[in-house]
């Protein structure tokens, strides 16, 4: 719900609270008061009756007596006792629905003076024609609770109304600021900002620009030693590698220190190689231009498992990989690291077991066996962790592959699919 719906909703519904609330009072005052008025005109004509000196009598509509029986038939109809409580009125409606007069009224009133009681009584049995007769020379009578209840709605429906037009002077600079801070980009920075109106809007606005502002110097800085790694990084790397190469010719039968010695440099260039590569590519964010291009799955899972077989030298592991000739349409890069670091996931943590890769189509799974307990245990909340799989996470959410790791007592598997799913 947005805050522009909640907040209408909230002080219209406040609103017809206290509309109603007034209404209903205003009604009642009303009532009250006319109540109220032949309350005390029949209490008057109660304490003066004893001076006229007569049984009975009648005054305008009200009849005053002294005597029960001579109270009128219609008036005893509808109060067969005559009621305990002096002083004060009592009435009775016929066919009254609240939005329009009674058509019968009935009223009594047992007036306590000089230890007399004398009662007064008026009825009414044709309301509706004396009003008509009343306004006859009117075309239109609205009833007086109509009349309350008309100014409710009508102070409900003002009120709605200034409340849209407030909403809509209101809401034309937040979504046009809304719309402002969607479509600011790196290149808009340089404009200036747009005047909303309201201090307070023009204030966030400020404060979305300066933020931005300084997103963009990040990245610019990021970017500018990006440029600087991405040369001071490779350089050396090529170096030891090509110079490793170099010194296979040079020396091709080293004794077996220094082969050891020639491995272990191998190794690590390659691993530096490896994993410079990758931080460069995910910090440039390449893979928006990536060219796609038809891959032969197969051989390039075989060709990344020779270049880390040395992860596997001294460890009783056996890889078995089994791929078939497919060609899928790939970015290969991404690609690449994906399987460069599931691959290299699965030697670093089986140190005596089994580690099987089927590969078909554009479908492929990695399992890595463990048949060291010790091992096992010690790998039991690491595996799967590290740097190399956050890439591999990073990397599969963002080009939509399907990617899912799973756990089958001593055997870990990586199923991943490189198409949409």
Same mark, same amino acid.
């Given at each position: ?281 995910? $910090? ?5 231009? &990536?060219?796609?291009?038809? *891959?032969? !799955?197969?051989? /390039? #899972?075989? %060709?990344?498992? =020779? ?17 078939? $000739? ?5 970015? &290969?890069?991404?690609?690449? *690291?994906? !399987?460069?670091? /599931? #691959?290299? %996931?699965?030697? =670093? ?40 799989? =956050? ?31």
């Amino acid at each position: 719900m947005s805050i522009r719906k909640y907040i209408f909703g909230l002080l219209t519904s406040l609103v017809l609270l206290i509309a109603i609330m007034l209404s209903y009072q205003s009604a009642s005052l009303f009532i009250k008061s006319f109540q109220m008025v032949i309350e005390d005109m029949m209490l008057e004509l109660g304490r003066i009756y004893p001076e006229l000196g007569s049984i009975k009598h009648q005054i305008l509509d009200y009849h005053i007596t002294t005597q029960w029986q001579e109270v009128p038939k219609p008036v005893r109809d509808h109060f067969p006792n005559i009621p305990k409580e002096t002083n004060k009125l009592h009435s009775k409606f016929v066919d009254w629905i609240y939005l329009s007069p009674p058509k019968k009224i009935y009223s009594l009133m047992v007036v306590e003076h000089n230890e007399k009681y004398v009662y007064v009584s008026s009825f009414d049995e044709n309301v509706h024609e004396k009003i008509k007769k009343i306004h006859k020379d009117h075309d239109f009578n609205i009833d007086p609770i109509v009349r309350i209840i008309l100014f409710g709605l009508g102070g409900i429906g003002l009120f709605v109304i200034v409340l849209l037009s407030i909403f809509k002077r209101m809401a034309g600079p937040m979504e046009r600021l809304q719309k402002w801070a969607k479509n600011l980009g790196l290149n808009d920075l340089e404009r200036d900002i747009p005047d909303f109106k309201f201090k307070e809007l023009n204030d966030l606005s400020s404060l979305i620009h300066s933020n931005l502002v300084s997103v963009a110097n990040s990245i610019e800085r990021e970017q500018d030693f990006l440029g600087y790694a991405s040369h001071e990084l490779r350089t050396p790397i090529a170096v030891l590698r090509s110079n490793s190469a170099l010194l296979e010719k040079i020396s091709p039968n080293p004794s077996e220190k220094e082969r050891e010695v020639r491995d272990r440099i191998s190794r690590a260039s390659l691993t530096m190689k490896s994993m410079t590569e990758t931080l460069l590519w995910m $910090s440039r964010g390449d893979g928006q231009n &990536l060219q796609y291009e038809s *891959i032969n !799955l197969g051989e /390039l #899972i075989n %060709n990344i498992h =020779q270049e880390l077989s040395y992860l596997l030298v001294a460890k009783d592991v056996n890889v078995k990989v089994d791929s078939d $000739s497919s060609k899928v349409s790939l970015a &290969l890069t991404p690609s690449v *690291i994906v !399987l460069n670091n /599931l #691959i290299r %996931n699965a030697f =670093q943590h089986t140190q005596k077991g089994d580690v099987i890769i089927t590969q078909r189509k554009d479908k492929v799974r990695i399992e890595n066996i463990e048949c060291d307990d010790e091992v096992l245990i010690n790998n039991k909340h690491s595996l799967g962790f590290g740097l190399g799989m =956050q890439l591999v996470e990073k990397l599969t959410a963002q080009f939509g592959w399907y990617y899912e790791i799973s756990q089958q007592g001593e055997s870990y598997q990586v199923d991943i699919a490189f198409t949409l799913e």
